[in-house]
Nanobody
Framework: QVQLVESGGGLVQPGGSLRLSCTASGRTISTHAMGWFRQAPGKEREFVAAINWSGGRTYYADSVKGRFTISRDNAKNTVYLQMNSLKPEDTAVYYC??????????????????WGQGTQVTVSS
């Protein structure tokens, strides 16, 4: 059984930065693609970023491109989301997800097989 645990969320002012981490247990992530999604109150879950198994290919939602960076450290079984220039509209619960197919970098949430419980990010002054 795979467990994904997100951390690093919190309250930050507009223009600030946060780094989210997602650490897996029960399975190595080194051969799997990973993704980050978010869900704001009253809204559907939306794609944020994805990365292939090696880290050599990434994909971002237009709304975060140039501000967020997804990366991974397979030795630590962890994927990261560096979030800069945060805006109030980035406020949401952020989830990481694992895709058993390592080469697929996708925004489609139904293509991910395991999900974390989420971490709250609030951007407010």
């Amino acid at each position: 059984q795979v467990q994904l645990v997100e951390s690093g969320g919190g309250l930050v002012q507009p223009g600030g930065s946060l780094r989210l981490s997602c650490t897996a247990s029960g399975r190595t992530i080194s051969t799997h693609a990973m993704g980050w999604f978010r869900q704001a109150p009253g809204k559907e879950r939306e794609f944020v970023a994805a990365i292939n198994w090696s880290g050599g290919r990434t994909y971002y939602a237009d709304s975060v491109k140039g501000r967020f960076t997804i990366s991974r450290d397979n030795a630590k079984n962890t994927v990261y989301l560096q979030m800069n220039s945060l805006k109030p509209e980035d406020t949401a619960v952020y989830y990481c997800a694992l895709n058993l197919i390592g080469t697929v970098v996708t925004a489609k949430d139904y293509e991910y097989h395991y999900w974390g419980q989420g971490t709250q990010v609030t951007v407010s002054s």
